[in-house]
């Protein structure tokens, strides 16, 4: 069975920095592309941040570009969300997702595999 498990998430104050962290567990994530999505209450899964496979190419929302920075370490089945200059509007749930393809996808539905999530507070 394949697990997705977040950490990194907690309350920091606006102009801080966060770094998130997603290990997957269960199978080896080869030519698996891979994402980070949030959410908060009464509102849809938004798109944040993904990258392929070779980790060569990434993709943000407009929103958190030029602040946050993807990366992964396929030797360890693990990726990051690096998150700087956090903005109160950036307070939400986060989660890691996996695809099936080597090519990312900015799509929630596209993704095959889901963390549990991990709050992150950005206070004013």
């Known amino acids: 069975q394949v697990q997705l498990v977040e950490s990194g998430g907690r309350l920091v104050q606006a102009g801080g920095s966060l770094k998130l962290s997603c290990a997957a567990s269960?199978?080896?994530?080869?030519?698996?592309?891979v994402g980070w999505f949030r959410q908060t209450p009464g509102k849809e899964r938004d798109f944040v941040a993904a990258?392929?496979?070779?980790?060569?190419?990434?993709d943000y929302s407009d929103s958190v570009k030029g602040r946050f920075t993807i990366s992964r370490d396929n030797a360890r089945n693990t990726w990051y969300l690096q998150m700087n200059s956090l903005k109160p509007e950036d307070t939400a749930v986060y989660y890691c997702?996996?695809?099936?393809?080597?090519?990312?996808?900015?799509?929630?539905?596209?993704?095959?595999?889901w963390g549990q999530g991990t709050q992150v507070t950005v206070s004013s």
């Open positions: 990258i392929n496979y070779g980790g060569h190419f990434t």
């Open positions: 997702a996996g695809r099936s393809s080597p090519l990312y996808s900015t799509a929630g539905q596209d993704y095959q595999y």
């Open positions: 269960g199978r080896t994530f080869s030519n698996v592309a």
